[in-house]
C-alpha cells in the first residue's frame, strides 16, 4: 500500500501518533507514510561501515518508530520536529556503532521485533519494514532542501546546553538523569526544555 489508509488522511500526526500507541495498526502506517520521504532524505547524508543503503534507511524507520513509541504531546509540541531529531539520532548512533565494531552484522544489535507497546494488538516493525510500503523509494519525491533546512534552523536556534540536554532527553532520559549526566540540577534542566519547546513551536509556525 502506497497511500495512508482510508480515512486517517484526516487525522493529525499527534492524533495518529496516540492512536498508534494504543495499538491502532493502520494509524501506525499512516505515519510511516507521512514520513518516509524524511527517512529517505536523511539517509542520504551518512554511510555505514559494512553495510549498504537498505541498512541506514532500516535504521531511520526505527527512528521513527521509536519516536512514535516514546512521543509526549505534553513534553514536546509538535511530532514532526521530535520524529526528525529521533531519525537522526537513530542514524548516528548506528554510524557510530557500525564504525566502533567495524564489520559486524548491523542486525547483530537491532531488535525489529520489540515494539514497545503494551497493547496485544500493537503491530511489530518487522511487520511494517517488510510489507511494500517502504519499497518504493524511487516514487519518492525527497523534498531534501525542507529537511536539512529545518535542521539548520533547530541547530542555530538552541545553544549549546539546549542542544545536549535535547539529545539526551530523545534518548528516553528523565529530566533527574540529564541533569546528573551534564553537571546541572534539575531545575535547570526544566528551564532548558521549556526554552527549547517555545523555540521549536516558532520555528514550524
Excluded: W
Aim: glycine share 6%; hydrophobic share 40%.
Amino acid at each position: 500500500m502506497n497511500s495512508v489508509p482510508e480515512g486517517f488522511s484526516e487525522y493529525t500526526d499527534e492524533e495518529l501518533v496516540a492512536m498508534a500507541q494504543n495499538g491502532d495498526k493502520n494509524a501506525l502506517e499512516a505515519v510511516i507514510l507521512r514520513y518516509k520521504k524524511l527517512v529517505y532524505a536523511k539517509s542520504k547524508s551518512f554511510f555505514l561501515i559494512g553495510a549498504d543503503d537498505d541498512d541506514i534507511i532500516q535504521e531511520g524507520f526505527i527512528g521513527l518508530y521509536n519516536a512514535v513509541k516514546k512521543f509526549d504531546g505534553e513534553k514536546f509540541p509538535f511530532f514532526n520536529v521530535f520524529a526528525g531529531l529521533c531519525i537522526r539520532r537513530r542514524m548516528i548512533n548506528a554510524v557510530k556503532e557500525a564504525s566502533r565494531k567495524k564489520h559486524s552484522p548491523l542486525n547483530s544489535y537491532v531488535s525489529l521485533d520489540n515494539t514497545g507497546f503494551d497493547d496485544e494488538n500493537s503491530v511489530r516493525l518487522s511487520e511494517v519494514l517488510a510489507s511494500d510500503t517502504l519499497r518504493d523509494p524511487e516514487t519518492i519525491f525527497i523534498d531534501r532542501e525542507d529537511a536539512d533546512g529545518m535542521e539548520y534552523e533547530i541547530n542555530k536556534a538552541l545553544s549549546s546546553m539546549e542542544l545536549k540536554v535535547l539529545l539526551e532527553y530523545l534518548d528516553g532520559r528523565s529530566y533527574q538523569e540529564i541533569a546528573d549526566i551534564l553537571g546541572k540540577d534539575a531545575k535547570s534542566v526544566d528551564n532548558a526544555i521549556q526554552r527549547i519547546k517555545k523555540k521549536l513551536k516558532y520555528l514550524v509556525k
